[in-house]
């Protein structure tokens, strides 16, 4: 029977991209093959429970919301995690995956919305960006940048204009947390007309750097 390590489950408002401040369940997997500089969910590295598809389904049926978030870590680095996806889909959820881009996408249901994290300089893991991710993106998908100073940002306002990637998807750029001034970031988007959707991380704003809300 098929089991995904999983570090969490819980119940929040959804903090990021277009879903930001929808009541939503989150299914955070354990693993990740990146070391991100601002990774703020280290904890999901190695720690874990064993569950089945079907007892994630169970637990998760207890919620009154249709709103699924996938997360880690990194998602994908556990095999099982396309069937889950899968399943979700199937039980009549609205699904997001948050993937760190360095595992191919190619294979993920339709149904599925991606949340696409092109890592920056900044991240360190640049890298392991796996470039050819972004041919599978949808127009429903999103595409982000976590911008850690202004070398950041003018990388990924170079790439986005050389990619064309508006066109292909909805595009977030987002600052790091307590590293970057949100205002800093917007003011650049904004002298620049760049066509990007400026997010910060909601749930921070709220509840501040605590691990499963």
Not at 40 to 51: I, K
Not at 147 to 172: Q, S
Request: with cysteine; proline share 4%.
């Amino acid at each position: 029977m098929q089991k995904l390590k999983v570090n969490e489950i819980f119940y929040s408002l959804q903090g990021e991209s277009s879903y930001i401040g929808l009541p939503t369940i989150f299914i955070r997997l354990t693993g990740c093959p990146m070391r991100c500089g601002y990774c703020d969910t280290a904890y999901a590295f190695n720690v874990g429970d064993n569950f089945t598809i079907n007892h994630i389904v169970k637990l998760i049926s207890q919620y009154n919301t249709k709103n699924v978030t996938v997360t880690g870590g990194e998602p994908l680095a556990q095999k099982e995690c396309w069937d889950l996806l899968k399943c979700l889909c199937d039980k009549g959820y609205t699904v997001s995956l948050e993937t760190g881009g360095a595992i191919s996408i190619d294979k993920i249901d339709k149904r599925v919305k991606i949340i696409l994290d092109i890592k920056t300089p900044g991240s360190g893991e640049e890298k392991n960006n796996l470039w050819g991710n972004i041919d599978f993106i949808k127009p429903e998908d999103e595409i982000k940048f976590v911008i850690t100073d202004k070398k950041d940002y003018i990388w990924a306002k170079e790439f986005l204009i050389k990619e064309k990637l508006n066109e292909k998807a909805l595009i977030l750029f987002s600052p790091v947390f307590s590293d970057i001034d949100p205002k800093d970031l917007a003011e650049w988007i904004l002298k620049d007309q760049l066509p990007v959707r400026f997010q910060i991380q909601l749930h921070k704003i709220i509840w501040g750097q605590i691990p499963g809300v």
